[in-house]
């Protein structure tokens, strides 16, 4: 995932190669489609091309960038959690004393049932 904000514009323009899509979220609103377009994961195919796409980030959005693990988490019933469910977690509203992030990790450490995940855990957040 790559991308390049105008502050000036409110535009956010981006490519994908393979990785978890992006998200923007607001305030009282319902998350933004997923930031993603169509592209083979980088170095994959010799001379492959990349569509671009361009949206609006409208003033405080919240934007994410997440790796795979901060999703496909085996939780203790067997099934793994989704990158919707990760989506969904990120677009309720946090409180006064906790923000979101600081609610993801220990809410994937429980759907997960103990300690440590079994795959990386990174996630980005830009405030708009």
Sequence with gaps: WYGVYQPRTRQLSFGFAGHPPAFLVHEHAQPEPLLKTRGLPIGLMPNASYETQTVAVPRGARFYLSS????EVQRTDGDTMTFAALVEFM?????????????????LTSLHGHEGLDDDFSILRIDF
Excluded: F, H, I, Q
């Excluded at 795979?68 to 999703?71: H, M």
């Design 91 to 107: 677009s309720t509203p946090s409180t006064e004393s906790e923000s979101d992030l600081d609610r993801l990790s220990p809410y």
């Design 68 to 71: 795979d693990g901060a999703y």
